[in-house]
């Protein structure tokens, strides 16, 4: 690919000519095919399953339109499900892991990602279920989902203490994890993966961790494949072009759509966990795409451009609030020291001004002011041309995906707006805005059960449990702290690394805490509570949680230890 490509998200290849001729699996990936017989060895070097050719294949050679970009997500899923559809496809051991990968292909996977029409990410894993090791990982889901299904009280995940068939389903699910762990250690040893398998691989721990419950080993293995990219993408001259989250340098090697999903899990991590990296490290990361926000166009082409646009901006800005020191890291489903206070403050944005202002501009962004004002500007030039889109496309306006990004807009300015003000009272001045939050979450969640036709216990992504939780802890109004709560507890569900009934019951407890020092039906600023430390037995679904209360004495100000254990 070349050095001088356009960085914006159409990346266009130079236009050419390109052969019909090739197999059925390049396609369907939509990669140049070597065409060798009887195996392609493009799919050989992938360690992906060859599907052959078809039959009296034209001959005549046509030009190849521009490249789409990979996160157009066109690709038809029923001509890979169909690829995978026969029972002599695969190898299985016996007719429960075939049933387990049946209902992983039919249902799990729309449900785990279902906010997007991700077809060509569903492929993807299809396809790499060839793989043995990566097969034996998504039985294993499948036979989780299946644990889920048969639990008659969905509001836990806590399998070993239902009936004994769930128990079953959950033993089997443990069982092809354990193998596919050892078949991915055999390979590792053998030197056979390669960086995408390795990836995809990767990929498939995270989901069956976070669906499990285990998120310090998903969050290892998130960090794991980040690394591995960046190390990769180094390799090439011009990768400050397709920064994490984006676009891949090669997606030949490595897909778009890869190298998105793990920027999409970096956004995640670091929202509910520490990181490891020095300031330093985050100041460089939050430079990361400057040139591809700049030529960001004023009305993007789909919503999931949209979004592409969206998780980038968010990776900036959660680098820069780690510079600063006011990342925001609630407890939820974490073992955690402490829990960093939301810092606060407003400020009037023009997006017109967004391109005459850079993080790399000298000293008009030396002061954590103008870099506040600067990541302001950018969020709601990606607002504006979201609007356009949505003016544009005004079916858009009432889907799901709409739902989540406004969701995700909302919560983030308001997180943003009042990231410097470093008094929590200063929420007051939002209470508009909670309700609204509140509102949309309870809107996104009536779609996404309506789309899925049940209660959907697992996501992929972040959804609605995060901007909940932050309305139940910063907003100071009763009537509306509860309704944040009572909203967690009532749609039970997991989404990547939170538990909305771990969420709803620890926010219980601290609003509980904090109202006993009410004044006039609102809690003082003195009386919030600062910093929550959790410590968990997964298996149990048992938490125990401390906090410092602020408490008067005849001295002055102090606080005292309390400490809670709660299960869901």
Same mark, same amino acid.
């Given at each position: 690919?070349?050095?001088?490509?356009?960085?914006?998200?159409?990346?266009?290849?130079?236009?050419?000519?390109?052969?019909?001729?090739?197999?059925?699996?390049?396609?369907?990936?939509?990669?140049?095919?070597?065409?060798?017989?009887?195996?392609?060895?493009?799919?050989?070097?992938?360690?992906?399953?060859?599907?052959?050719?078809?039959?009296?294949?034209?001959?005549?050679?046509?030009?190849?339109?521009?490249?789409?970009?990979?996160?157009?997500? %066109?690709?038809?899923?029923? *001509?890979? &499900? @169909?690829?995978?559809? =026969?029972?002599? !496809?695969?190898?299985?051991? #016996?007719?429960?892991?075939?049933?387990?990968?049946?209902?992983?292909?039919?249902?799990?996977?729309?449900?785990?990602?279902?906010?997007?029409?991700?077809?060509?990410?569903?492929?993807?894993?299809?396809?790499?279920?060839?793989? %043995?090791?990566?097969?034996? *990982?998504? &039985? @294993?889901?499948?036979? =989780?989902?299946? !644990?889920?299904?048969?639990? #008659?009280?969905?509001?836990?995940?806590?399998?070993?203490?239902?009936?004994?068939?769930?128990?079953?389903?959950?033993?089997?699910?443990?069982?092809?994890?354990?193998?596919?762990?050892?078949?991915?250690?055999?390979?590792?040893? %053998?030197?056979?993966?390669?960086?995408?398998?390795?990836?995809?691989?990767?990929?498939?721990?995270?989901?069956?961790?976070?669906?499990?419950?285990?998120?310090?080993?998903?969050?290892?293995?998130?960090?794991?494949?980040?690394?591995?990219?960046?190390?990769?993408?180094?390799?090439?001259?011009?990768?400050?072009?397709?920064?994490?989250?984006?676009? %891949?340098?090669?997606?030949?090697?490595?897909?778009?759509?890869?190298?998105?999903?793990?920027?999409?899990?970096?956004?995640?991590?670091?929202?509910?966990?520490?990181?490891?990296?020095?300031?330093?490290?985050?100041?460089?990361?939050?430079?990361?795409?400057?040139?591809?926000?700049?030529?960001?166009?004023?009305?993007?082409?789909?919503?999931?451009?949209?979004?592409?646009?969206?998780?980038?901006?968010?990776?900036?800005?959660?680098?820069?609030?780690?510079?600063?020191?006011?990342?925001?890291?609630?407890?939820?489903?974490?073992?955690?020291?402490?829990?960093?206070?939301?810092?606060?403050?407003?400020?009037?944005?023009?997006?017109?001004?967004?391109?005459?202002?850079?993080?790399?501009?000298?000293?008009?962004?030396?002061?954590?002011?103008?870099?506040?004002?600067?990541?302001?500007?950018?969020?709601?030039?990606?607002?504006?041309?979201?609007?356009?889109?949505?003016?544009?496309?005004?079916?858009?306006?009432?889907?799901?995906?709409?739902?989540?990004?406004?969701?995700?807009?909302?919560?983030?300015?308001?997180?943003?707006?009042?990231?410097?003000?470093?008094?929590?009272?200063?929420?007051?001045?939002?209470?508009?805005?909670?309700?609204?939050?509140?509102?949309?979450?309870?809107?996104?969640?009536?779609?996404?059960?309506?789309?899925?036709?049940?209660?959907?216990?697992?996501?992929?992504?972040?959804?609605?449990?995060?901007?909940?939780?932050?309305?139940?802890?910063?907003?100071?109004?009763?009537?509306?702290?509860?309704?944040?709560?009572?909203?967690?507890?009532?749609?039970?569900?997991?989404?990547?690394?939170?538990?909305?009934?771990?969420?709803?019951?620890?926010?219980?407890?601290?609003?509980?805490?904090?109202?006993?020092?009410?004044?006039?039906?609102?809690?003082?600023?003195?009386?919030?509570?600062?910093?929550?430390?959790?410590?968990?037995?997964?298996?149990?679904?048992?938490?125990?949680?401390?906090?410092?209360?602020?408490?008067?004495?005849?001295?002055?100000?102090?606080?005292?230890?309390?400490?809670?254990?709660?299960?869901?």
């Amino acid at each position: 690919m070349n050095e001088t490509k356009q960085v914006a998200i159409k990346r266009k290849r130079a236009s050419g000519k390109h052969s019909r001729k090739g197999c059925g699996t390049c396609k369907i990936r939509r990669v140049k095919c070597d065409e060798t017989r009887p195996i392609c060895q493009r799919c050989v070097k992938f360690g992906i399953k060859c599907d052959g050719y078809p039959p009296n294949e034209p001959s005549q050679r046509q030009a190849s339109p521009p490249r789409r970009p990979s996160n157009s997500w %066109s690709a038809p899923l029923d *001509a890979a &499900i @169909a690829l995978l559809d =026969l029972p002599n !496809t695969y190898s299985f051991d #016996n007719e429960d892991e075939f049933q387990y990968f049946s209902l992983f292909r039919d249902k799990t996977i729309f449900q785990i990602i279902p906010y997007f029409d991700q077809t060509p990410f569903r492929t993807l894993i299809l396809q790499a279920c060839d793989i %043995s090791s990566i097969r034996h *990982a998504v &039985i @294993a889901i499948g036979a =989780l989902d299946k !644990t889920c299904m048969t639990v #008659n009280d969905q509001r836990a995940l806590c399998f070993d203490r239902h009936t004994v068939n769930a128990t079953s389903h959950h033993q089997n699910a443990i069982k092809e994890y354990i193998k596919a762990i050892r078949i991915m250690k055999e390979e590792v040893a %053998s030197g056979q993966p390669s960086l995408r398998t390795t990836l995809l691989t990767c990929l498939v721990i995270v989901c069956f961790e976070y669906f499990h419950g285990n998120y310090r080993l998903a969050d290892a293995q998130i960090h794991k494949g980040i690394a591995l990219i960046d190390n990769w993408r180094r390799s090439f001259p011009y990768a400050h072009q397709h920064p994490l989250g984006f676009s %891949s340098p090669a997606p030949d090697i490595v897909e778009d759509q890869l190298i998105q999903v793990f920027g999409q899990l970096e956004v995640q991590s670091l929202c509910f966990a520490g990181d490891p990296r020095t300031p330093a490290m985050h100041w460089k990361l939050r430079n990361e795409g400057t040139a591809i926000i700049r030529n960001m166009p004023d009305c993007f082409d789909n919503i999931y451009d949209a979004k592409i646009y969206q998780a980038l901006i968010l990776r900036r800005l959660q680098h820069w609030q780690f510079c600063i020191g006011a990342n925001y890291s609630p407890p939820i489903s974490r073992e955690v020291d402490a829990e960093k206070e939301v810092w606060g403050a407003t400020s009037c944005v023009d997006h017109s001004q967004l391109r005459h202002l850079s993080p790399e501009s000298g000293s008009s962004v030396s002061d954590r002011a103008a870099q506040h004002r600067f990541h302001l500007e950018e969020f709601y030039h990606w607002k504006y041309c979201f609007d356009n889109f949505l003016e544009r496309e005004p079916a858009q306006k009432n889907t799901l995906a709409t739902a989540l990004l406004v969701l995700c807009f909302m919560t983030t300015n308001l997180h943003l707006s009042t990231a410097l003000a470093g008094d929590a009272t200063i929420y007051d001045q939002y209470t508009k805005e909670f309700v609204e939050i509140v509102e949309h979450c309870e809107k996104t969640l009536v779609l996404l059960h309506k789309k899925a036709d049940q209660k959907v216990v697992f996501t992929f992504d972040s959804g609605t449990i995060l901007p909940l939780y932050f309305t139940a802890l910063s907003c100071r109004v009763p009537k509306i702290r509860r309704r944040a709560i009572s909203v967690l507890l009532a749609w039970p569900r997991r989404e990547g690394v939170s538990d909305s009934l771990f969420a709803g019951k620890s926010a219980e407890w601290i609003v509980g805490i904090e109202e006993e020092n009410m004044e006039d039906g609102y809690v003082p600023g003195w009386a919030r509570v600062k910093y929550v430390g959790t410590s968990f037995s997964l298996l149990d679904r048992r938490a125990e949680l401390v906090c410092n209360q602020p408490i008067l004495t005849p001295d002055g100000k102090s606080t005292r230890e309390r400490r809670q254990t709660i299960t869901w």
